[in-house]
């Protein structure tokens, strides 16, 4: 990871965490072969996602090189190197959904939020996945808002859930 | 009896649980239990009630209709018609679990217990008959193990089709005094999910299927890679370990023989191509999961460098009724070269969606019309995709032919890991083969050239071809492309990645002519090949899509016939998700 890449909001974040918990993850492990993927998780568990911070004191730690645990990290599309939205949304790009509309349902909600596959919106509330088969072909086609699920979705139902998430969100004042 | 596997879970069946409970407290109904089963592989039907020991069926159950199958069903002796499921062919309503095509026509060894234990409860299992073919194995020697798996002609489920038997035997024989074994449990092919439902459904068969494979090897370790998206099926493998040990089924010291054993859980990290079995192990190890060269087969150097054996969920999961039943009795099932069954989950167009476990032998013709009731809508069958990424899209002339590992890779697809996604004539092929190409080329590990390269390449020709920027080459082209990534790629993510391009070429080739000479997508998926038009009937003249038309393409009076200019059109479909009337539609 060169230093120029770092954002000055990942670089505030890096130095506000508390990264004491990492350390009992790290120690829990150390000791066994092959630990490197479950301590990332774990890591990622606990902060929401993988800073640079965390990520070279992981190496350090573990005696590994850097670029090893990136190349690690980059590899797995499980973990993310920069903040999540308050709410995810992963629309499922299985087959079935996908010969069920998955495509439109995307980018409906892409033009709605503006942001695109991937990224998140610009006041930090969505984030928008495309996300590998979640297995439930039987209600294709399928999303998950943060943990619940919405099946047998068209464009008008994912967009009214999406909405429903807002006005809670309004609602709570935040 | 109330379906709780991830498809009926999604579909509500948490609160049709909580309704019962509440409903059962009211009516003071006490000598009644509610077992929250696995999955019933009936999953387009969920959440699913089965109520027991008649065994009747309520398909998609809402919690308002509780209190009516507990009053009258359970509290009179009533079957609530109403709730019952009704058969899409024969167009009636159908009391008896057993009487619905959808499980009449299936033979369920790995599926047996799915659906009817509760997956969290080893009690369960053990009633029926868990554990008993463990201990009869660990009476004889583990080549006689072998030998039993081999006569069987079990072959491995996920997707190769090799010998289980003789894998074990490799093992079994390479030198070295540490073995291990490991369950593959890295479902990954988008469209199945037979693996899952297995594990969330019927955990302690795997598990027992797993141990007497390591007795069979000589392994005292072994290791579950799930998948991370499966969190469900962790939790209830980590219940049913944690009861195996208790019970003595696992650990030091097996039922009382010498022989010891345990397993751990290693969850993915969201790749691919770590169902591949080495690159499986590498990241087992730790490392990015890449492949690697192989020989050395995994059966003299794998995980760590140790001999190995890995096998997958399906696999392992008929081991224990092969033991228990004879191999001559699953030698009895299927074909000549493929024994046994075989799990599909089929999905997409069909009216029955969900988990079928077939003799193998069976045409896909009876899978699909006869077990899943055809085509929803009652549209037109256009294809079946079989195998995942890795297969291959058959049209209907192709129907009648028996499911076996030989027969399918005739045509050019595989049975893999038994995904079937059956499309209709709204699909467009082209865009299928773009569909499975994208999620190969993203999903390619990059370590060698011919599929790093070559899947970017020919996904580059199909993004072509969909937008109508084709030339006639092109096609020439993709097809040699797709003959070389086949040859020379590493492993058999990038072998088998041309599949659906070359299947679809093969019986689709008309689609791919329209595409490339006439601009023209027939199924109107293809956007830029496509118009936007609005319906004249349907439209009420509400100025919606004028509205929300980024490009001001679409103009007309209030309650008049809106129009679309398509000099001006940028075919985004904007309109076509905002119109309250489904009037606006891409031909």
Known sequence: MRACERSSREKSDYEEMDLSNLGDIISKHKDHTGVLIPVLQEAQKEYGYLSEGIIEKIAGELKLPLSQVYGVVT????????????????????????????????????????????????????????????????????????DETYGRLTSQKALKAVRQYKKKDKEEGD | MVCKGTGCLLSGSQKVIDAFRKEFKKANLDDISIIESGCHGFCSQGPIVVIKPEEVFYPQVEPEQVERIVHEHLGQGKIVHDFLFFDPVTKKKIPHYKDINFYKKQTRIV??????????????????????????????????????????????RGGAGFGTGMKWEFARKAPGEKKYIICNADEGDPG???????????????LEGMTIAAYAIGADEGYIYVRAEYPLAVKRLNIAINQSRKSGFLGKGICGSPFNFDVHIKEGAGAFVCGEETALMASIEGERGMPRLRPPYPATSGLWGKPTNINNVETLANV?????????????????????????AVTGKVKNSGLVEVPMGMSLREIIFGICGGIKDDGQFKAVQIGGPSGGCLPEELLDIPIAYESIAKTGAIVGSGGMVVADEKTCMVDLAKYFLSFTCTESCGKCVPCRLGTKEMLEILTRITYGQSNENDIELLKKLARDVKVASLCALGGTAPNPVLTTMEYFSDEYEQHVKEHRCVAGVCEDLTLIAIKESTCQGCGICIKHCPVGAITGEKKQLHIINTETCVKCGVCITNCPFDAIYRV
């Open chain 1, 75 to 146: 590899f797995y599309s499980q973990f993310r190197l920069k903040p999540h939205g308050k709410h995810t949304i992963k629309v499922c790009m299985g087959t079935a959904c996908h010969v069920s509309g998955a495509q439109e349902i995307t980018g409906s909600i892409a033009t709605k939020l503006g942001v695109e596959t991937g990224g998140t919106t610009k006041d930090g509330k969505f984030t928008l996945e495309a996300v590998a088969c979640l297995g439930c072909c039987g209600l294709a086609p399928v999303m998950m808002v943060d």
């Open chain 2, 192 to 206: 199945a999910f037979m693996d899952r439902s297995v594990l969330e459904g019927d955990p302690h068969s795997v």
């Open chain 2, 320 to 344: 224990a009724w092969i033991i228990r039943n004879g191999a001559k009795k699953y030698n009895s099932i299927g074909t000549e070269e493929s024994k046994g069954t075989k799990i599909f």
């Open chain 2, 111 to 156: 599926l047996r217990n799915c659906g009817s234990i509760n997956p969290e409860k080893i009690e369960d299992y053990l009633d029926n008959d868990g554990y008993f073919a463990l201990k009869s194995v660990l009476s004889v020697t583990p080549e006689e193990v072998i030998e039993e798996v081999k006569n069987s002609g079990l072959r491995g």
